[in-house]
């Protein structure tokens, strides 16, 4: 089975354009931030090491300290397929991340995108 190349592309070449979609949109880096670390559970500090480190995103998903559950809740389709029926699992993580900040650029409040609410 061939990888992805976006497996070994570094999470830190990929976050600016995470931001961007979000301040096109009048959201902030803080708010793209907060939803990787609810992601991931990354505490802010290991979050800025892996993106110093420009850690690849099979490294950034393997060392995530705790994958929040709820993260089962996001549903909808992303590049034109649902996120709910991806089987690959890594694949699967970095689309719920891809339907995060598409939630957080279309609008929805914080509460919404981290199905707190």
């Known amino acids: 089975m061939t990888k992805h190349r976006i497996y070994t592309t570094s999470f830190a070449s990929v976050y600016p354009h995470y931001i961007t979609k979000a301040e096109k949109k ?3 880096q803080a708010e793209v931030d907060e ?19 420009r850690t690849d ?3 950034f998903f393997d060392e995530a300290p705790k994958l929040n559950p709820s993260r089962t809740l996001i549903k909808g389709v992303i590049c034109g397929i649902r996120v709910e029926d ?31 609410g």
């Not at 939803?35 to 480190?53: V, Y």
């Not at 409040?109 to 981290?114: A, G, N, R």
């Open 26 to 28: 009048g959201r902030t």
């Open 35 to 53: 939803i990787i670390r609810w992601l991931t559970g990354f505490s802010q500090a290991e979050f800025d090491r892996h993106l110093e480190k």
């Open 57 to 59: 995103f099979e490294t």
């Open 86 to 116: 991806i089987q690959e699992p890594l694949m699967q993580e970095i689309r719920y991340l891809d339907k995060l900040i598409d939630e957080l650029a279309r609008g929805k409040s914080m509460e919404k995108i981290l199905r707190t």
